[in-house]
């Protein structure tokens, strides 16, 4: 069974933000697009435990926190930023 993924607006500022100063839209796009698979598929199996609730995932050049509510089948994108970024 699959999970919906919702990207709330933090979140989804934030990768608009990282696209549109991107020299790399179409990595950043593939990078957002894997997160957003990985997280319907099997949110609870990817990524790694952080404090409370809340899980991060790295797809680089991406990574995101994101939280699971396993009852409704929802996974909420809280943030978003680059990882290969200096």
Known sequence: MT????WVESGAGELAEIWLSAVDRPLITAAARDIDHRL???PDAVGESRDGSRRILIAGPLAVTYGIRLDDRLVRVLDVWRIDKR
């Open 3 to 6: 999970f919906t993924v919702v």
């Open 40 to 42: 319907r598929v099997q």
